[in-house]
């Protein structure tokens, strides 16, 4: 299957005349999947279709040794379950775990089902499970680079805030200002009011703006995220400052002990 199809839509992955029908109890839900929640108001408006016209797109499948793992359509799968069908029509095809995740991925965000959180979730695997680069991911996707850098940013929040995002009780707007805020108990402090005091995004980020760092440092800053590629913090203060690289997995780090003029070597076996 490879990217040559990926790049054709998936149209080119689920061609109506390969089709079959698969029994649901063989097909389970991939641990790839990105996507943690469904919207239960949108699912009953599809249960109800299905009920009525059936399912009329096939859904994506690998198979896995007698099973089938469910790659696209996670929905319908759901909707058709629900609905009390025995199959469903599904196209069964050989990709690589790294295809079922991009799917996956790609699915999810054309119909802007993925949750900030569950984004970013997905941008780290492909970038730490598979080795995509932050550019092949975003020419994956079809997103600039800086938004996937700044997606997998929301990961570097306390669980707390990130729970929060998950849950939709706060938005990215408001988790991002409070990323721009740097120190985790500052964090906490006005994640706090934001629940508590519905506090805007606006009154978030004017917070940020009244402590915000000389002009020197905000451009050494920006300078320093874009050679290195991931989210850089420089706290300032007259006493003491501290400069902070966040990294999000092993590989990750030796890619950064690298740009900094590390030996070309592998540190973790």
Do not use: C, W
């Amino acid at each position: 299957m490879g990217r040559q199809a990926l790049g054709r839509g998936f149209d080119a992955l689920i061609p109506q005349r390969d089709k079959d029908r698969i029994p649901l109890n063989k097909i389970f839900h991939s641990p790839l999947q990105p996507r943690m929640e469904i919207n239960e108001k949108e699912l009953k408006g599809l249960i109800s279709s299905i009920r009525k016209n059936g399912v009329l797109q096939p859904v994506l499948v690998r198979k896995v040794d007698e099973r089938y793992e469910l790659v696209y359509g996670h929905r319908r799968f759901e909707a058709a379950r629900r609905a009390n069908l025995s199959e469903i029509p599904a196209v069964v095809r050989r990709l690589s775990d790294s295809e079922v995740l991009e799917i996956a991925v790609i699915e999810n965000i054309q119909r802007e089902d993925l949750n900030p959180l569950e984004e970013a979730n997905a941008y780290y695997r492909l970038n730490t499970e598979f080795n995509l680069t932050q550019e092949e991911i975003a020419e994956r996707v079809g997103m600039a680079r800086s938004t996937i850098t700044n997606k997998m940013r929301l990961l570097g929040l306390p669980d707390e805030v990130k729970e929060a995002l998950l849950k939709g009780r706060i938005t990215e707007g408001h988790a991002r200002a409070l990323l721009g805020l740097g120190d985790k108990d500052k964090i906490l402090k006005e994640f706090a009011k934001i629940i508590n005091d519905s506090k805007t995004v606006r009154q978030v980020e004017g917070i940020k703006k009244r402590k915000e760092l000389p002009l020197k440092y905000q451009v050494l800053r920006e300078k320093l995220i874009e050679l290195l590629k991931t989210d850089v913090k420089i706290i300032h203060s007259k006493k003491k400052s501290k400069l902070v690289i966040t990294f999000y997995s092993d590989s990750d780090l030796e890619r950064l002990y690298k740009i900094v003029g590390g030996a070309d070597e592998e540190i973790f076996n």
